[in-house]
């Protein structure tokens, strides 16, 4: 662990920079070392013979030279291959002209000019248990090359700036894998002797090895179609097996949504006429976005409403969006070098974050992802991990898939976004494509074309892709009511972070509105700043919030013919993701929770109310002194709850208090123990005195109706389900007799699941027959059976180490199946205080795990630090992270 923590830091070379890389002594790989392939291959045609035992690989490449005259020798990559065989235009090389390594096979002396290669390996698929290169799920053979992967399967150039146009032949057994697929364009088939048959492949873009794939095995589709804004009509499978194809119904409707979606907000259309999604159960990550032929893991395509949750389905919609949007934000435009990864990751999960939002709530989608910005990415980019959206050196790039690059990333493509307008934005991303449809590119070019689309320049934006650390921005106010000016006094600060010890200041576009004592929105008609006026207007109609370029140390906005002083919204949709200490009395906060035309900043303002209130019961709590809850504080949560005019989601959100992760990121020393015990005691006090509302919300908002994943009916749920979770937490007989109404009369897993969430809260014996119950129940269906681990692994029940110790040891538990590890044991290190237990069992208990999860599969603890984390505890020792209240994937319905 201490090895791959230390890869994740930029410190200069390791020592192992300058020697042949070892086993031992991975290679420290850096930005500023990129140079140009010596060679490029031009096709790649690879054959596979499958088979039990082992796989056959041949692969003919035609190679031209990247560089002119370049007569240096080629290095090949590769990893748990034997070599076969190595012929250069059709002649067998000898083995003096070639050296092979653990990770290498280099050609010594490669002919002048265009030429031929072929190269033929063995390799062992049903050995991978690191399910990355070609390796066996369930039966099936399967593949996952990013980002280094495809060395697994051959010796190749594996870097994504080598693209090639591929064509695939499969051959297998046809009654044990009845179905060979790959990537682009089926083109031929047959069947061949001795019970065997074949496919061939054919690719038709260019593309990197990482997003090559082959899928064999014995699998069921459905099908449907979907006709692009051209008139061409793509046929769409979705393969699992086959007890499993009902299942897939929302996964098709998700395809079809995010197809329609590209071409009306982006005119992306699809370029093949089939699209394939294969589900595998064991997966690394969530999904991939292979050329046509998209991977995803079980719980991210199956749904059905008696055994997905709500945040299924939300994930589902977003993760296949996610995927294929990937086909022009990755694919058809991709990286020069991993380093390069937000490029396509940070743009990625922006437009997923985006079709989310234009198909349910935006505001409540832009909630979700700011709490999990702040719980998960504050915390690394605040710790010894930080490292900035695009890394400056890596030694296993599988350890930079984090929060960092990933969400922060699509802040930073949002802040385009948010400074040129939607128009711009797309002018951009036109200009993007236009320029570089086919090219591998780095961010510099998205940023060129972004500028150069909307003739801007940006001075000091390219500071976010190279600084880490969240900037701090204060702002202090006042008013002059003879000159009826508004000023704004915004100052920032980059934190210092590992290798950075200086920090220049970076352009922050900061969105403000002002709003009046009736609590509307001021007309906005002119800002001064830098010893210039800016006349606001839009068209002669008026402008309400503006987005200030804040690109100094220190700058002053004053705005103009204020008539009485305003109380300003600032960061209005959370316009750039930094830390905000603002000058605002908690009055300003109640009145914005209460009256701001920004929802995002209505919801913010309750969150700032209840951070500062937790701080001060932490101190409180520290000094044993007696608890005790603000009642302005109940009163504004009271009259959120009682609402008819708020958005129902929206309400379950500004009534749920922010999560320990958050709190304790923001203290200089965490303490788990009292944070936890905080938000205890806040949680019980409201459940107390909301007591009669909270009852009204559960019983108003049941339905009888089918299920249906609508943005009401999840949002009325989503209420009913918070505040059932707030009565439990009082553990007294008439709530625990509600809940175990829910539970026993849900016609959902919605509602089931966050009934047994709610029961389970207080140990006892309800606790017990209800876990018990429900496994008797699910015990068939082994994502609902991921959820039961998630559930009881990040539970605060007193003891709860033991427990999770006895789950590993349950028959339904497997260490080689990543979903089951992430929920148990991902979850128990989300969980709010048995991780952190003071004698230690909790990170003994992790640490023996890891020892054992190392041997089977590297790729896990960086995945589910990540993904139950991102980046959270061992690599923040002295600000201990915990999930945040309402984690999609583990307990939803916990608060
Ligand atoms: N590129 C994948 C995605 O966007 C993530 C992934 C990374 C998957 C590395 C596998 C390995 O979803
Ligand atoms: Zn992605």
């Known amino acids: 662990v201490s090895k791959r923590t230390a890869s994740l830091i930029a410190t200069g070379p390791s020592p192992a920079a300058t020697e042949e890389p070892e086993m031992d002594h991975p290679k420290e790989i850096f930005l500023k070392d990129y140079k140009k392939p010596d060679y490029l291959f031009d096709t790649v045609d690879l054959e596979f013979q499958l088979g039990d035992e082992k796989t056959m690989v041949t692969s003919k490449i035609a190679v031209s030279p990247g560089n002119e005259g370049t007569s240096s020798p080629l290095a090949l990559h590769g990893c748990d291959l034997k070599l076969l065989s190595i012929k250069i235009n059709g002649t067998e090389l000898k083995s003096d002209k070639y050296t092979v390594d653990p990770r290498h096979l280099t050609i010594l002396t490669p002919p002048a000019g265009v030429f031929n290669m072929e190269i033929v390996t063995e390799i062992y698929p049903q050995l991978n248990t690191s399910l990355e290169g070609l390796y066996r799920s369930t039966g099936n053979f399967c593949t996952q090359c990013e980002a280094e992967g495809f060395r697994k399967i051959t010796y190749f150039q594996d870097r994504p700036d080598v693209m090639a146009k591929y064509t695939c032949r499969i ?166 070098d991993w380093f390069q990864l937000t490029l396509k990751e940070g743009l990625t999960v922006f437009r997923d974050q985006e079709f989310s939002s234009d198909l349910g709530c935006r505001t409540v989608k832009r909630i979700a992802d700011v709490s999990k910005l702040r719980s998960y990415q504050f915390p690394q980019d605040a710790g010894p991990m930080a490292h900035p959206i695009r890394p400056l050196s890596y030694i296993k790039m599988d350890n930079f898939y984090t929060g960092t690059g990933l969400r922060k990333g699509a802040e930073v493509v949002r802040m385009y976004k948010t400074m040129f307008g939607a128009s711009g934005f797309r002018k951009g991303m036109d200009l993007y494509f236009q320029r570089h449809d086919g090219q591998a590119v780095t961010c510099e070019d998205f940023y060129a074309a972004m500028c150069d689309a909307n003739n801007a320049h940006l001075p000091n934006f390219l500071q976010w892709y190279s600084q880490a650390g969240t900037p701090t921005v204060k702002v202090t106010s006042s008013y002059d009511e003879g000159s009826q000016a508004f000023s704004l006094k915004l100052s920032q600060e980059v934190p210092p972070t590992p290798g950075q010890p200086m920090k220049e200041p970076m352009f922050i576009p900061v969105a403000v509105g002002l709003v009046d004592s009736t609590g509307k929105d001021m007309p906005l008609t002119s800002i001064y700043s830098d010893g210039r006026v800016q006349t606001l207007s839009n068209d002669g109609h008026p402008i309400f919030t503006t987005v200030l370029q804040f690109k100094k140390k220190e700058e002053e906005f004053i705005f103009n013919n204020v008539p009485e002083r305003p109380v300003p919204s600032l960061l209005r949709g959370y316009s750039a993701p930094i830390r905000l200490d603002s000058d605002l009395t908690e009055s300003d906060l109640y009145f914005l929770l209460a009256n701001d035309s920004d929802e995002f900043n209505r919801w913010e303002a309750g969150q700032i109310l209840a951070r500062k209130l937790m701080f001060s019961l932490v101190a409180d709590f520290q000094q044993q002194k007696t608890l005790a809850l603000n009642t302005k504080f109940v009163d504004g949560l009271r009259a959120i709850l009682r609402s008819t005019s708020l958005d129902k989601e929206f309400i379950a959100k500004a009534i749920t208090l922010p999560g320990q992760g958050e709190i304790m990121d923001m203290m200089s020393i965490a303490d788990p123990d009292a944070v936890h015990a905080v938000r205890t005691f806040i949680k ?212």
């Not at 979606?261 to 089939?274: A, H, I, N, R």
């Not at 559930?791 to 006895?806: C, Y």
């Open 171 to 336: 051959e297998g057994d046809k009654t044990l894998y009845p179905v060979l697929l790959s990537n682009g364009n089926l083109i031929e088939q047959g069947d061949l002797e001795g019970g065997k048959h074949y496919a061939l492949w054919e690719d038709p873009f260019k593309k990197p090895c990482y997003l090559f794939a082959l899928v064999a095995g014995q699998l069921e589709c459905r099908e449907d179609s979907f006709v692009t804004c051209s008139g061409r009509k793509v046929t769409l499978r979705i393969w699992t097996p086959a007890q499993d194809l009902p299942k897939t119904s929302h996964a098709m409707y998700s395809l079809k949504e995010a197809m329609k979606w590209d071409e009306e907000v982006f005119g992306l259309e699809y370029d093949l006429d089939l699209f394939n999604i294969v589900v595998v159960p064991d997966f690394n990550m969530g999904a991939m976005e292979n050329k046509s032929l998209n991977v995803f893991q079980s719980r991210l395509v199956l749904a059905s409403p008696e055994a997905a949750t709500d945040g299924d389905y939300a994930a589902i919609l977003g993760v296949i969006g996610h995927e294929y949007f990937h086909n022009w934000t990755g694919n058809r435009v991709t990286c020069r």
């Open 684 to 895: 019980k006090e409201l459940a107390f005195q909301l007591k009669d509302d909270l009852l009204a919300a559960v019983t108003s908002n049941r339905s009888s109706e089918a299920y249906a994943f609508n943005h009401d009916s999840v949002a009325r749920r989503a209420l009913k389900n918070t505040c059932l979770a707030y009565l439990a937490s009082l553990n007294e007989p008439d709530v625990t007799e509600l809940a175990l109404n829910e539970y026993k009369s849900a016609t959902n897993m919605t509602e089931q699941f966050a009934a047994l969430a709610a029961l389970s809260q207080n140990p006892g014996q309800v606790r017990e027959d209800a876990l018990l119950d429900f496994y008797n129940k699910w015990q068939q269906d082994y994502l609902v059976v991921s959820k039961w681990f998630a559930l009881q692994a990040t539970s605060d029940i007193p003891g709860n180490v033991a427990n999770v110790q006895k789950l590993l040891a349950h028959p339904a538990f497997d260490m080689r199946n990543p979903n089951k590890v992430y929920s148990l044991i991902g979850g128990f290190c989300g969980s709010p205080v048995s991780f952190h237990a003071k004698d230690g069992s909790g990170y003994k208990f992790l640490g023996e795990v890891v020892l054992q999860l190392d041997k089977i599969n590297p790729q896990w603890h960086p995945a589910w630090f990540q993904r139950s984390l991102d980046g959270g505890d061992m690599m923040r020792p002295d600000k201990l992270l915990l999930s945040p209240a309402g984690d999609d994937h583990l307990s939803q319905w916990t608060l």
